[in-house]
């Protein structure tokens, strides 16, 4: 696929910090706000926001199927309606303004002060009005360390997993963005298992290491979505961190899977990598057996590699990488997930959020939540501060980044980070 956004010999005349994520071949989308500046959409470069809404009104976005009020806007879903060839257009507008070799913008000084911010004023808002939100459970790796732990290690995946991409709905009004700090959940837990369940703060808060993919609109209810045809359907991408309560999932998850224990909060990064900035990343994925229903088949790459890391920050100290893990590791990939979900009829609307499920690698230090890294509490990890955790504490903050590199080009998501308050009284 030829995306000229995509060139990795493309520079810019905007300034951009060597390893910065944010080179002119991302491009990710968000919506921001300043002291002045009411929220509207904007795209990242280097230490930039490049302001959309100003952009379109000194006429930089003619011939685009796109109005003012796309841009001028809180979320970006009225984008998005414009689906994917809207939001390719766009993009590669946007790099052509952005190159260096091209100044219709550049030369304009009155205009570039207008439309270029430094990120330093800026604050980045929700970036999707999100309407439903499913999270899959797509790592080997995690299902099988999970079922090793809690059930049978010589059947540690059920016998569905081979066959299903497994996955749950999630709540959507709890998904919040990088930055807000939330509160530790309180619940029933059940701490001695000879005697009666008790209503505590959650003992063991977990993250889940996730990517997630935000949708454009899909088609009618009945209808369904085929892996061919997936990546049309598909927006792009952010960092999830899929908040757990270990010890209130224990409880309540049999029959019908997690419900309080996840839907306190989960946290989503601010930019949208595009799926088409992600396109010279993709790698395949692992093999599959047994072979997969016809639905399932898919023809292709249809993976990412997307290096992944996970770190803990206690109150006023350093951070401590604990975990490095990649996307590529994932044993469903995405056009497989929304094929599943749409086998049987049900639609997905612009900005559905779906997440990926756990990332855990192979390797003990690649596992994508405290309940692998730690297992179970009986591995406590060392940080750098000399202290010791088995899950996560009050006032740690956790942070996950990620990002591709190749042929010299390097595509980031930036970080997703959150710090955890006591249980309110
Ligand atoms: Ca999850």
Known sequence: MNIPANNPLLTSWVEVPEHSDFPIQNL???????????????????????????????GYLENLPFELADFDTFYLNGLMKKGKKGSRDLRNRISKLLQADFDDLMVNEHHVAQVLIPISQVEMCMPVQIGDYTDFYSSREHATNVGTMFRDPANALLPNWLWIPVGYHG????????????????????????????????????????????????KPLGDSISTAEAEEFIFGMVLFNDWSARDIQTWEYVPLGPFLAKNFASSISAWIVTLDALEPFKVSSPEQHPEVLSYLKYEGLKSYDIALEVAIQPENSVETVISRSNFKYMYWNM???????????????????????????????????????????????????????????????????????????????GEVSAKVLPAKN
């Open 28 to 58: 990710p989308f968000g919506i921001f706000k300043t002291a002045q500046l009411t929220p509207r959409v904007g795209v990242r470069i280097g230490d930039f926001v490049l302001d959309l809404k100003t952009l379109f009104v000194l």
């Open 171 to 218: 709540r959507a009004s709890s998904v919040i963005l990088s930055g807000e700090a939330f509160y530790r959940p309180k619940g029933q837990i059940k701490p001695d298992p000879a005697a009666d369940p008790i209503f505590a703060a959650c003992r063991n808060l977990d993250f889940e290491l996730e990517t997630a993919f935000i949708t454009f609109d899909g």
């Open 335 to 413: 056009a497989q997930q929304l094929a599943h979900h749409t086998v049987n009829g049900c639609n997905i609307r612009g900005g559905d959020l779906m997440g990926s499920g756990t990332i855990s690698g192979p390797t003990e230090d690649s596992y994508g939540s405290m309940l692998e890294l730690a297992w179970k509490g009986t591995k406590p990890l060392k940080l750098n501060d000399g202290s010791e955790r088995k899950f996560i504490q009050d006032l740690d903050t956790v942070i996950l980044r990620g990002h591709c590199e190749k042929d010299g080009v390097r595509i980031g998501f």
